[in-house]
């Protein structure tokens, strides 16, 4: 069964990449100082990079990209995204990337995954959803950069479907 669950998972990561499914937001007060929370789960932009989201109202004009990567470890040092033409480079906000086993209760799969957040702007991060082409840039220390397609045409990843619903629950100004 373990198998099985871990095959429909990995499934879900490859199909993903092209599909308007996936995890709704999920709204919370914050109970220390009673902020209001939204947040996101990584989903697929390409095969091996995931896009999470996370706003809070403390930060009203930001929203913390998490940015994922599997199948090795890798210190992600700096992330822009592309908006048509126009490149936005975003801000660490994390001082080291967080390294990780995806699963780490399995002995059948061992899924390296690393993750920093970065900030943008909610401007920009409508300016990028709204683009007919928009990508993004991961540059890591070792590993040169990767880079993940959210939208290209009529072609949508799972990320960016996501944070279509994402950004859909910010409050509106």
Known sequence: ????????????????????FGLNPETSI??????KVITLQPHGADCCISVGALWTS??????????VTYAKYMNLETAEVKADKDVINLQALDTITKLEQ????????????STRG?????????K??????????ITTLSDGSLTGTLKDGNKSSAAYFALQRFISQLPQK
């Open 102 to 113: 995806m699963y780490p209760e399995s002995t059948s799969v061992n899924m390296p995954t």
């Open 1 to 20: 069964m373990k198998k099985f669950i871990t095959a429909a998972l990995m499934a879900l990561f490859i199909t993903g990449c092209s599909s308007n």
């Open 128 to 137: 990028l959803l709204a683009a007919n082409t928009s990508m993004i840039r």
């Open 58 to 67: 403390k930060s009203p004009d930001y929203v913390e990209l998490n940015l």
């Open 118 to 126: 970065f900030a943008i702007s909610i401007a920009d991060l409508r």
């Open 30 to 35: 914050d109970n220390f100082d009673g902020s």
